[in-house]
């Protein structure tokens, strides 16, 4: 029996950061790039594209990020390979990584982008709880990352790649509200991680309009299970 034709293989990418809504409060977001032709032509998707003969996966996947938004993660991680035979009109497989972004960097790589010239009009940064319709079966694969990142939370550091070196626990915790989606309790919320032995207070603080707070980096020196979208070290580079 032979094949009456193949299956091609597309790459795509889940970038999330925390950006502040208008209230001040702190959301997930991820950007998206508007379909300019059919299938789905004028809906939203991940940014993504094909597979080359001549590149790995995650090279095209840092490839095709790079092209629509000008975003440069250090590390990609994959996140898994989504190939529902319905998934497109076609028989396409897609390959998803993920990475985490602190929103200076998202700043400095974007504004970078839009200098050279280069930046295309079609992306735009969404709040995880605002997505529109997407494309494909792309909102299964954001879903996906999310249920991930909440899976990932109690037992990496998952939520350091979205924060400074130095923090304050107040920071910490607005990053794991966010991840999770719900409001923690501060006085639990200190007592869980100074217990947990995974951050180490600096003898620097931050000052402002209210009490001074203390700031705390991550102990380096504490091998956790899982690194999840930040790399083996935190700092790895393809």
Not at 88 to 114: C, F
Not at 156 to 167: I, M, N, Q
């Given at each position: 029996m032979t094949q009456s034709r193949g299956i091609d293989v597309a790459v795509?990418?889940?970038?999330?950061?925390?950006?502040?809504?208008?209230?001040?409060?702190?959301?997930?977001?991820?950007?998206?790039?508007?379909?300019?032709r059919e299938p789905f032509a004028g809906q939203w998707a991940l940014p993504g594209g094909w597979l080359t003969e001549t590149e790995s996966p995650?090279?095209?996947?840092?490839?095709?990020?790079?092209?629509?938004?000008?975003?440069?993660?250090?590390?990609?991680?994959?996140?898994?390979?989504?190939?529902?035979?319905?998934?497109?009109?076609?028989?396409?497989?897609?390959?998803?990584?993920?990475?985490?972004?602190?929103?200076?960097?998202?700043?400095?790589?974007?504004?970078?982008?839009?200098?050279?010239?280069r930046a295309p009009e079609n992306v735009r940064w969404f709040g995880l709880d605002e997505l529109p319709a997407l494309a494909f079966d792309h909102a299964k694969i954001v879903e996906y990352a999310l249920w991930r990142l909440r899976s990932k939370v109690g037992y990496?550091?998952?939520?350091?790649?979205?924060?400074?070196?130095?923090?304050t626990l107040a920071d910490l915790r607005e990053a794991y509200e966010a991840i999770l989606g719900k409001n923690l309790d501060p006085a639990n919320f200190r007592r869980q991680v100074e217990s947990a032995g995974n951050l180490l207070p600096t003898d620097r603080f931050r000052t402002g309009n209210h009490r001074p707070a203390r700031l705390y980096r991550?102990?380096?020196?504490?091998?956790?299970?899982?690194?999840?979208?930040?790399?083996?070290?935190?700092?790895?580079?393809?």
């Open positions: 795509s990418t889940v970038i999330l950061t925390l950006r502040r809504t208008d209230d001040g409060s702190a959301v997930l977001a991820l950007p998206l790039v508007l379909r300019t995650v090279d095209a996947a840092a490839r095709t990020l790079a092209a629509t938004t000008g975003l440069t993660p250090s590390y990609l991680e994959q996140l898994y390979a989504f190939g529902a035979v319905d998934r497109s009109p076609t028989r396409v497989v897609s390959i998803v990584y993920w990475a985490l972004l602190r929103q200076d960097d998202v700043d400095a790589q974007s504004s970078t982008h839009r200098a050279s010239g990496s550091r998952v939520a350091h790649g979205f924060l400074p070196a130095e923090f991550y102990n380096t020196d504490v091998e956790l299970a899982d690194h999840g979208p930040l790399g083996p070290e935190e700092t790895s580079t393809r």
